[in-house]
């Protein structure tokens, strides 16, 4: 795992995912403009833990939300994919240590630029951001 790598030790839930907020909002707070990230509709990302925090921010750094159900919209099932048919397709792993090391491994040699990898992601952002016929 590289050193600018982060791993949850622990599950991924309402607490965790609220200091993930609070740091990602604070590497963004120079920034003159407003942040806004997207998220698709899990729990702990709608947390009352965290919603009074989240309204306080929302002028400068707010979440916005996929509409349930909808997996083409959000890259990471395309990169879930990938990764299965990658690296843990037909495999056995004896440990979760050992699968997680196969993952990381994957995300690593992604973190060089991945034509693929890209590929998929922009197939998301092109249907995202392509306007509709007849609009202005």
Known sequence: MTPDNRRE????NAKT???FLKSLRRACKNNKKRAVVLSDNAKFHHALLHKAWRDKMAPRFALDFLPPYSPELNPIERVWKLTRRSCLH???FGLLSELIED???QFDQ???GN???HRICAKIEDAA???LSGSC
């Open 90 to 92: 037909n495999r056995y």
């Open 17 to 19: 995912c609220w200091a």
């Open 103 to 105: 993952v990381e491994n």
């Open 110 to 112: 992604w973190r060089k």
């Open 129 to 131: 951001f392509k306007p």
């Open 9 to 12: 030790p622990e599950r991924f």
């Open 115 to 117: 034509a693929t990898l």
